[in-house]
């Protein structure tokens, strides 16, 4: 009798260990990293626990590698090109408002009194993280005549 199976990540045909009756990936290094993978994924899909848990030692990690992307970049251009190209594919397809980062907002008329974060919109459209805290006060209201210029002013 045949027992052979078909790896649902590479398609080859193997023979599962007995102790591992349900077996479905073969074990090609390849295919165990593809297991992984998937069970990672799935996990991180249905267990907040978990989720949470990588989520609080992926930051842990980046405190302790702060400069790492920058490096990588530094290091790999033909990565940070592609990076690149590839982002500003996705800012086409979007619609012509700008991108932003973190906490920019659509404006709003009128403009109240308050404090407000500015931010820079580099030439992709992109509001970056670097901001100014500054505050504005409204002077007139915007509903009112338009304030004309001295020069009209009779």
Avoid at 51 to 57: E, I, S
Avoid at 98 to 126: C, H, K, Q
């Amino acid at each position: 009798m045949n027992t052979n199976r078909r790896c649902i990540a590479c398609g080859c045909a193997f023979q599962p260990y007995p102790q591992v009756p349900a077996q479905r990936f073969c074990s090609a290094p390849a295919c165990q990293r593809e297991r992984r993978r998937r069970w990672q994924r799935q996990r991180l899909r249905t267990d907040a626990d978990y989720r949470d848990n990588q989520a609080r030692a992926q930051a842990k990690w980046r405190t302790r590698h702060p400069d790492y992307w920058r490096e990588y970049r530094a290091m790999h251009p033909t990565y940070r090109e592609r990076n690149c190209a590839m982002q500003r594919k996705r800012n086409a397809r979007r619609s012509s408002t700008p991108v932003a980062n973190m906490d920019a907002s659509p404006s709003y008329r009128p403009l109240a009194s308050g404090f407000y974060i500015l931010r820079r919109v580099v030439e992709t459209g992109i509001a970056k993280t670097n901001a100014c805290t500054v505050h504005i006060a409204v002077l007139s209201a915007t509903n009112g005549p338009p304030i004309r210029d001295c020069k009209e002013m009779t």
